[in-house]
């Protein structure tokens, strides 16, 4: 039963306050089922859960997934669960280890599913329905069985419907088999995600319905492009002030955000204040790992300087900085030394600058530091719309005209030369192709003629902040490429979207019309991506590396989902030596199941 009504009004809510900051005691709800528990007592059980995760070093171990009851806002809830555990246990190996885990579904009607993300393994271990394998059915055990060739920081999820959202998350660290290049005393997984009282799948069809519904604040985005579709670009770009009226924020472009979510931090709300211990001088080494499904977050510790040694479980050479972005799905480990003080505070905004997740780091529990208070909302600029100004010299027209509505299907205005989607104003770049499948397609509301790979923007909201955020461009794999061979091909993706209608693609094709995207076993090739959207796309591709790429085109950093912010067109390289069906797609939970996901086939 959904809780919204059918015009997608919002329900009567818990206070704002409590919204954003949750319980203290939340968590998972001990003795489901039992009814009459007082919800008081039932949450504080809960509370303990949370603060002591269940760390499983086995090599040979049983996961449990169930419904579980939680209560984060005031409103119990249910979860789905690891072994009753939200979020799913930490699972802590070695490298060189094979490992054996038997996932037994005890869901009374759906199928499950759990992927290792950024573990390269054989593809039928791989968790993803309908690629890997059929899911786990109700009542039916699936035996996981692979071998651990890397080490690092990772997690693993539910490759099942929404069930991720609704908590199927959890932390899989793999130690080295050799001591890491830095030195460190203690250590804490800090696990980032975002509860929603709501079940996931009504929150998907309200998204559908209307793509705009946490987005009160302005909705510009869509009356402008339908007034550029109406009016063409001449008019529009007359009108000087226009890009002041508009005021674009980024809760425009963040889909969902704290009037749908509460934040959590190792399963626990702001109000719960997850705690990790520290000795004054001792070296801290914390595994941030993002597991929300839909949510950005800004990351920083006042007080602190943070040393970004790893991102997504490969080391990189250190960067100290003080603050990061971390997308979904990414992981970056970060060294802090504290002492100073007796508490400091992780502060995590989401992106969309609506709420946070935060925790402390302290000498004993029950300390707290100030928390800050989120950045203001910062406004877009027309390099987010998709044209770097300055690189080129342009105008600030050229910047506007780089983003369009896709031409066919809509009457131009005279003096709108865009035919083909190929920038026809001063800023866009020369030879900008977009697929022909974009063209005239419904499912497609704009394109970037002037996209950059961007590598050294911190990002919409982080720029000038008079703090130093870490950028792609800064950070650089501490290896060499580890393929060595130049790319023999090349394939360009685009991203695109609709917003209104919440269509979510590659080359306006969602994945159930889409062919699978072939590689040829063995080959090293490069792949393009494009974001034609205004959105933010975390892309993650199974079952091999990301070699991220910098501008000149060389190897730079070893990922396993690459952040596409708009307006960016950014490469890497593929060594497809995993056979076998995998997944390729944007790790914004909702826009996957939307359709911006591709299999992507490596054959003899
Ligand atoms: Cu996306």
Redesign the pocket.
């Known amino acids: 039963m959904s809780v919204f009504s059918s015009d997608g009004r919002r329900p009567a809510l818990p206070s704002r306050r409590l919204f954003v900051q949750g319980l203290a005691a939340g968590g998972v709800v001990a003795g489901l089922g039992a009814a009459g528990l007082p919800a008081r007592a039932s949450a504080a059980a809960g509370r303990a859960l949370a603060a002591a995760p269940q760390v499983l070093q086995q090599q040979h171990l049983t996961l449990a997934i169930g419904e579980s009851a939680v209560n984060f806002t005031g409103r119990t809830r249910p979860a789905i669960t690891v072994n009753g555990s939200l979020p799913a246990p930490i699972l802590r190996w070695r490298e060189g280890q094979t490992v054996d885990i038997h996932v037994r579904n005890t869901l009374a009607h759906h199928p499950t599913s759990i992927h290792w993300h950024g573990i390269l393994l054989p593809a039928n271990m791989d968790g993803v329905p309908g690629l890997s394998f059929n899911g786990i059915a109700p009542g039916q055990t699936w035996h996981y069985r692979f071998t651990l060739n890397q080490s690092g920081t990772y997690w693993y999820h539910s490759h099942s419907m929404f069930q991720e959202q609704a908590g199927l998350y959890g932390a899989l660290i793999i130690d080295p088999l050799q001591p890491p290049p830095y030195r460190y005393d203690r250590e804490h997984v800090v696990l980032l995600s975002d509860w929603t009282d709501l079940d996931p799948g009504a929150l998907f069809r309200r998204m559908k319905k209307l793509a705009e519904h946490d987005n009160y604040y302005r909705r510009t985005l869509p009356d402008f492009l339908r007034d550029v579709r109406r009016e063409g670009w001449s008019a529009a770009l007359a009108d000087r002030g226009m890009w002041g009226r508009m005021r674009m924020t980024p809760t425009d472009i963040s889909d969902i955000n704290a009037h749908t979510y509460t934040y959590l931090m190792n399963g626990t709300t702001p109000a719960g204040n997850w705690t990790g211990l520290f000795r004054p001088g001792e070296k801290i080494l914390l595994r941030f790992i993002n597991g929300a499904a839909m949510t950005y977050f800004d990351v920083r510790i006042p007080g602190l300087k943070m040393t970004v040694v790893a991102a997504d479980g490969q080391y990189i050479h250190p960067v100290s900085i003080d603050e990061f972005r971390i997308a979904p799905a990414e992981t970056f480990d970060v060294l802090v030394e504290p002492t100073g003080q007796d508490a400091y505070t992780v502060f995590c905004q989401d992106m969309g600058r609506t709420g946070f997740a935060a925790g402390t780091l302290a000498v004993r529990h029950g300390l707290q530091a100030p928390v800050p208070v989120n950045d203001p909302r910062p406004l877009l600029t027309m390099a987010d719309m998709a044209h770097d100004m300055g690189a080129h010299g342009g105008h600030d027209h050229a910047g506007m005209a780089a983003m369009a509505p896709p031409s066919g299907g809509h009457a131009g205005h005279a003096g709108h030369g865009d035919h083909g989607g190929h920038g026809g104003h001063g800023g866009a770049g020369p030879g900008v192709q977009h697929p022909a499948s974009e063209r005239g397609n419904p499912l497609v509301d704009m394109q970037s003629n002037a996209t950059q790979p961007r590598l050294d923007d911190p990002g919409i909201g982080l720029r000038d902040n008079g703090r130093s955020v870490l950028t792609y461009g800064a950070m650089r794999s501490l290896f060499d490429d580890p393929d060595g061979r130049e790319p023999g091909r090349e394939v360009e993706l685009h ?1 695109t ?1 609709h917003m209104e209608k919440f269509a ?1 693609s590659f080359d306006g094709i969602p994945f159930a019309s889409a062919e699978p995207l072939r590689l040829k076993y063995g080959e090293r090739m490069r792949i393009v991506l494009v974001n034609d ?1 205004m ?5 993650h591709l199974h079952g091999v590396w990301s070699d991220l790429e910098d501008a000149q085109g060389a190897f730079q950093l070893r990922k396993h989902t690459v952040d ?1 912010p708009p307006g960016t067109r950014r490469s890497y390289r593929v060594r497809a030596d995993a056979l076998g069906r995998w997944a390729f797609h ?3 939970l909702y ?2 199941e939307a359709g ?1 996901m591709r299999e992507v086939r490596i054959e003899e």
């Open positions: 991203l979207g979510w959207t959105m933010q796309h975390p892309i596409m944007c790790h914004l826009h996957m911006m």
